[in-house]
């Protein structure tokens, strides 16, 4: 069974996001990961790139397949996670740790985001 933490939301796309005030820190998602099998490379957006919730903002190749990533809120891009250039399989190992993908800075609350229950009823 993949791991759920109840610290962070969830979209039906299977990303997780964290939220710090305006800067939510998104990734994928155990069950994502898992599904996915060995990851080989990973396309993330650039710092600067207007991303718009459930709307494609890079993608994720592993052994098994090519998935597309989903932004999970609405705004720009301030950060993202370089030492996945080098380390892709870091999201296998801690997909909600070190293999977070991106930070964005989102313009008031997100939407549409489920919680912990929520996301394992989806995945169960």
Known sequence: ????????????????VSIDSSICTMGITDYAQAALGDIVYVQLPKVGDQVTAGQVCGEVESTKSVSDIYAP?????????????????????????????????????????????????ITA
């Open 1 to 16: 069974m993949s791991s759920i933490p109840s610290n962070v939301s969830y979209t039906k796309e299977h990303e997780w």
């Open 73 to 121: 809120v609405t705004g720009v891009v301030v950060e993202i996670n370089l030492s996945l250039s080098d380390s892709p399989e870091t999201i296998n190992s801690d997909p909600y740790g070190q293999g977070w993908l991106a930070k964005i800075e989102v313009n008031g609350q997100p939407d549409d985001l489920l919680t912990s229950l929520e996301y394992a009823e």
